[in-house]
């Protein structure tokens, strides 16, 4: 995945400070703020965020019916609901919502409801939002943070709140989260790249695939004698702008489909992300259209690209579910765990942080739309890449239940690496999870570091684990594997200490390495990630065409970012076949999985030749947290669909 880092949203539960008797509707309630940029390391405030500063707040109320909706996606749904069935079904009740308007309107706010009454959308200024929410904004230099893969979060000036914002409880018990309080964005958008540190020769892989070598990789091809996306529409939330004609030209010219008699829409949520630039994240946008868009070569494209900030994120979802064009849509951007625990620890969220985002993916499965998001890049240690946490972790959004989870493979090949003291064989034999374990020896060997130094540098791999937020899906209890591991201990967490400023959230900094790890086994609890997995490993990796890109063409790309896409234009494919949508694929996908001539094959061999820098195969069991299921047959997976 490009993994990145997604800005914590304010959040509240309403009533948690309920006292014995309910409050009146007047009473003001405290809601908890989502980062605030007095925690970040280094910065320092210079003064009152000026009143006319213009802003964008989404305010996420509560779903109505909500445990009956979960319970109902989970377990597979018979028939799908139209926008206008769901608002009335699940979305917050007309009342609630022109109370909400209403009261926002006395401050000057002006506001945006989503059909599906979910998600309402205000613009207003920060003297505005001051006054409406009893609380105050300054403004911060924040410089610059750690970001994901080693990537820097650039230096910025922002605007935050610094206490806890008021509102009515009349109004605030239904809601769930308010987002957009600060406008810091802490998201590094890129794929994985091969090491700059080495030269790699393969004697038999090749890392300039297409989206053609997916589809006959995974068994997509022969579904195009009688399917290929005509009729549906793909769609991609993205938080970074396109390169215009940038997917039109990799479909046509580069990976030669169609480009023709289809559409591609631009949607720009909340005024859009601006320019489009390499280091805004523009190569995953392109990435995400042209993978996407190349595997379901019928279908109309719709690029949902947002702005960089919180309320972005989550109304890019609640655009797709609101229009409910979409058939089945994807994402490559996230954050690990750790982070919003971390929040959570600060007291600037609570967890109706995944919450919120559940929401939007909860309608879009009620409506039948399928949705992927990239699982990660860092292997098992996802907080490794954008809270500088050594503790084991994964990825949301990906790992909510109501998506799929794409995780992340490497392909069999062999070759050399070449660096500054040398050279040194590699050999996959097979197809593994991806972890960039099996090149740490050779990193060591041909840049003259130590075996410790050549390991830590390269914690990169798909991401895989067990959500500590996000309880196990009923669909999961179907297969063995999904509450108990296997694991390859390279990296013992070591060196704890607080993470977070002004606040004693301990988690581990370093590692203790061994060479020679021991495999070790046990069991864990909640959702687990990912669901299903393919090529992700940039030394068998793929073609990326970015124009604002340092090289416009280039090979050596990889990451989940690419699974996402590739499974979301599959799905569309699948959709074309069926006649239908077939909406949250988990639910069959678990069950065809447990029976008897299962569409995916799992990669379940323990040990070093297959982890993603922990996880590793489950032998005997379906799943594993280091590849989920496994890798696809998609047109079987399409026939078992409609036998179903």
């Given at each position: 995945m490009g993994v990145l880092a997604v800005a914590t949203p304010v959040a509240v539960t309403a009533g948690a400070a309920q006292a014995a008797t309910t409050p009146g509707s007047s009473t003001p309630e405290k809601i908890p703020t989502g980062v605030l940029a007095s925690s970040l390391q280094g910065a320092s405030a210079f003064g009152t965020t000026?009143?006319?500063?213009?802003?964008?707040?989404?305010?996420?109320?509560?779903?109505?019916?909500?445990?009956?909706?979960?319970s109902a996606i989970t377990s597979g749904l018979s028939s799908y609901d139209s926008v206008d069935e769901f608002a009335a079904q699940y979305g917050q009740s007309p009342a609630v919502i022109q109370a909400l308007t209403s009261y926002l309107a006395k401050f000057g706010i002006k506001t945006s409801v989503y059909p599906g009454n979910v998600d309402v959308s205000a613009t207003g200024t920060a003297g505005e939002f001051d006054a409406a929410l009893s609380c105050l904004q300054d403004d911060y230099?924040?410089?610059?943070?750690?970001?994901?893969?080693?990537?820097?979060?650039?230096?910025?000036?922002?605007?935050?709140?610094?206490?806890e914002p008021e509102m009515p409880y009349g109004i605030g018990q239904y809601v769930l989260a308010i987002l957009g309080l600060t406008n810091y964005a802490p998201f590094s958008s890129h794929a994985v790249h091969a090491s700059t540190a080495v030269t790699a020769t393969s004697s038999s892989a090749v890392s300039d695939n297409l989206p053609s070598n997916f589809a006959s990789r995974y068994g997509l091809s022969a579904l195009y004698k009688s399917a290929d996306g005509a009729g549906e529409t793909v769609g991609i939330v993205t938080l970074a702008a396109v390169d215009p004609g940038a997917p039109q030209y990799f479909w046509s010219k580069i990976a030669k489909v169609p480009s023709t008699g289809r559409t591609l829409t631009v949607d720009n949520v909340d005024g859009g992300p601006g320019k489009p630039s390499d280091a805004s994240g523009t190569g995953e946008t392109d990435l995400d259209l042209e993978q996407s868009g190349s595997l379901a070569y019928g279908a109309n494209v719709i690029d949902y690209q947002a702005p960089n900030s919180d309320p972005?994120?989550?109304?890019?979802?609640?655009?797709?579910?609101?229009?409910?064009?979409?058939?089945?849509?994807?994402?490559?951007?996230?954050?690990?765990?750790?982070?919003?625990?971390?929040?959570?620890?600060?007291?600037?969220?609570?967890?109706?942080?995944?919450?919120?985002?559940?929401?939007?993916?909860?309608?879009?499965?009620?409506?039948?739309?399928?949705?992927?998001?990239?699982?990660?890049?860092?292997?098992?240690?996802?907080?490794?890449?954008?809270?500088?946490?050594?503790?084991?972790?994964?990825?949301t959004p990906a790992d909510s239940p109501y998506l799929t989870a794409a995780g992340g493979t490497t392909l069999p090949w062999s070759g050399k690496l070449t660096g500054s003291k040398g050279t040194a064989k590699v050999s996959v034999k097979s197809q593994r999870a991806w972890g960039w374990d099996y090149l740490w020896k050779a990193i060591a060997t041909t840049t003259g570091v130590s075996y410790a130094s050549a390991a830590t540098s390269a914690?990169?791999?798909?991401?895989?684990?067990?959500?500590?937020?996000?309880?196990?899906?009923?669909?999961?209890?179907?297969?063995?594997?999904?509450?108990?591991?296997?694991?390859?201990?390279?990296?013992?967490?070591?060196?704890?200490?607080?993470?977070?400023?002004?606040?004693?959230?301990?988690?581990?900094?370093?590692?203790?390495?061994?060479?020679?790890p021991p495999l070790v086994s046990g069991g864990g609890s909640g959702r687990a990630v990912p669901d299903l997995s393919a090529d992700a490993d940039p030394y068998t990796g793929y073609l990326?065409?970015?124009?604002?890109?340092?090289?416009?063409?280039?090979?050596?790309?990889?990451?989940?970012?690419?699974?996402?896409?590739?499974?979301?234009?599959?799905?569309?494919?699948?959709?074309?076949?069926?006649?239908?949508?077939?909406?949250?694929?988990?639910?069959?996908?678990?069950?065809?999985?447990?029976?008897?001539?299962?569409?995916?094959?799992?990669?379940?061999?323990?040990?070093?030749?297959?982890?993603?820098?922990?996880?590793?195969?489950?032998?005997?069991?379906?799943?594993?947290?280091?590849?989920?299921?496994?890798?696809?047959?998609?047109?079987?997976?399409?026939?078992?669909l409609a036998g179903q």
């Open positions: 000026p009143a006319s500063t213009p802003e964008q707040v989404s305010f996420i109320l509560k779903e109505r019916g909500k445990y009956q909706l979960e230099h924040v410089p610059a943070q750690a970001g994901t893969d080693g990537q820097e979060i650039p230096a910025q000036t922002v605007y935050s709140a610094t206490k972005g994120f989550i109304d890019a979802f609640f655009s797709a579910a609101s229009s409910d064009i979409a058939d089945t849509v994807s994402t490559s951007w996230g954050e690990s765990e750790t982070v919003v625990a971390a929040s959570v620890a600060a007291g600037q969220e609570t967890n109706a942080y995944e919450a919120a985002f559940d929401e939007a993916f909860l309608e879009l499965a009620d409506q039948g739309q399928s949705v992927f998001a990239a699982a990660g890049d860092a292997g098992a240690y996802d907080a490794s890449d954008d809270l500088g946490s050594t503790n084991l972790s994964v990825d914690v990169v791999g798909g991401g895989g684990g067990f959500s500590s937020v996000e309880p196990e899906p009923s669909y999961q209890t179907l297969v063995s594997g999904t509450s108990n591991y296997h694991g390859v201990q390279y990296l013992t967490p070591t060196d704890y200490e607080s993470v977070v400023k002004g606040t004693d959230f301990t988690e581990p900094t370093s590692w203790s390495v061994t060479s020679t990326l065409y970015e124009p604002s890109g340092t090289t416009v063409l280039e090979g050596d790309w990889g990451g989940t970012s690419f699974i996402a896409p590739q499974l979301n234009g599959s799905t569309a494919v699948i959709d074309s076949y069926l006649g239908h949508r077939v909406g949250l694929l988990n639910p069959s996908l678990y069950a065809l999985a447990a029976g008897p001539d299962s569409p995916v094959t799992p990669l379940n061999t323990a040990g070093t030749s297959n982890d993603n820098i922990f996880y590793t195969g489950n032998p005997g069991e379906l799943y594993n947290e280091a590849t989920g299921l496994g890798v696809p047959n998609l047109t079987k997976l399409a026939v078992d």
